[in-house]
Each structure stands twice: as C-alpha cells, then as structure tokens.
C-alpha cells in the first residue's frame, strides 16, 4: 500500500514537473571591455523556452536608471527563443561596474532570475599628444606621437590609416602591444592642411577600437 502511494506521488511530482514552464538561459553573466569613448553597449542575455506550457514575461527591473531592458514580446510558447536586451550608457563612469536585471514571469513558483552585467571601462592606450600641428612656413619635419599601453594589458595597432596624403604617418613598434609611435610628416607648409590618422587596435578583442589622431597645418 505504502509502495503504491510512494509510486502515485513520485507519478505525479513528475508529470508536474514537466507541464511546468521553464526558460532557460544561455548565459546569465556577460561580461565586456569598453573605453569611456564608447559611451554605452548593448548585451544580449538569451534563452529558450523548454518548458511544455508559455511563458510570459512580467516585469525587467534594472538596478540602475543607466541601464534599460527591453523585450521584442513578452509570451514565448514552448521552443520559442528569445532575448532581453539591455543598454548600458555609462555617462561619466568608469572602472569596473556591475548592473542587474531582475526578470519575473508568470510562474511564481520559479522565482525571479537575475541577469549580471559586468563592464571594466579603462582607456589602456595612452596618446601623447593626440593633436601635432605646424604653422605655415615651419620646416616640413616629422612629428611623434607616443602610443603607450598601460601595464599588463596589451594592445597590439594593426595598422594606421591617414585621411589627407599631404599629411604622411608612418607607424613604428617600439615594443609590440606596449609601445608604438606614429611620425607625421606634412608635405609642406605652404598652405592650411587638416587631416586625422585613424589607429586601429585589437583592445578589446570584442570589439576592436579605432583611435583618432588630429593633425592640422595652421
């Protein structure tokens, strides 16, 4: 008798188990490297509902007024993928920083889930200076802007780019991933010239950064 109960219940905690809803994430932590210039990102936090009923989604409530969820819809049927979407602008913050969204649905039962958002925002290239000029009639001589990487993160330049063929930038490794020079040399300085030297590196590697040197003849 003992046994048959034990078997109904066991029966039945099973059968509950899979008509219950269930989303299921692909990953709840994200993590991203970003400099102050790129002013924000958007992550993506996946997931599929594996469960044999729908699933809605009540409320996204995010830990900080810079960082905003949103959903394409909000009821996924069984099998159907979907993805919460958040946007961190970073305004004047930097450093490492965390934020979280809390997502509730429509089964008490599960409990919320929280989504972590982690950002280091650190510039690891130093530029100096990042603006060489001369005036009309100075001799055409090379100008050298120091590229340094900060310490223990290296950033490897691939290449460089110069908008304006009068202004000729030529790149230099001192030490691959640690230090680099770029010399700018004018064709002359008759006339009023302006033009930027595009630097493209690996930092981060999710997202490679292109810095921007501004070169003037005034």
């Not at 594996?50 to 949103?70: D, F, H, M, Q, Y």
């Not at 429509?106 to 000029?133: E, F, K, N």
Request: net charge positive; glycine share 6%.
């Amino acid at each position: 008798m003992h046994i048959r109960i034990l078997f109904g219940l066991a029966t039945l905690l099973l059968l509950t188990s899979h008509s219950r809803a269930q989303l299921q994430w692909d990953n709840l932590v994200q993590q991203f490297q970003r400099t102050p210039q790129d002013e924000g990102l958007e992550a993506r936090f996946t997931f599929r509902n594996t469960g044999a009923k729908a699933v809605t989604i009540k409320s996204l409530r995010a830990s900080c007024g810079c960082t905003t969820p949103r959903l394409e819809k909000e009821t996924y049927v069984p099998g159907e993928a979907g993805a919460v979407v958040a946007r961190f602008v970073f305004g004047d913050r930097k450093g490492p920083q965390r934020k979280t969204i809390e997502v509730r649905t429509d089964d008490d039962s599960a409990g919320p889930v929280l989504l972590d958002l982690r950002v280091l925002i650190h510039d690891p290239l130093t530029i100096q200076p990042a603006l060489v000029y001369w005036k009309r009639g100075d001799a055409a001589t090379a100008k050298t802007i120091q590229l340094t990487a900060e310490a223990g993160q290296p950033v490897r330049i691939k290449r460089i780019i110069a908008s304006n063929p009068r202004l000729a930038a030529k790149l230099e490794t001192v030490k691959a991933g640690e230090h680099y020079t770029v010399a700018v040399t004018p064709t002359d300085t008759t006339q009023k010239e302006s033009g930027e030297v595009f630097v493209l590196t690996d930092f981060p590697a999710d997202a490679p950064r292109t810095y921007i040197l501004q070169v003037r003849v005034k």
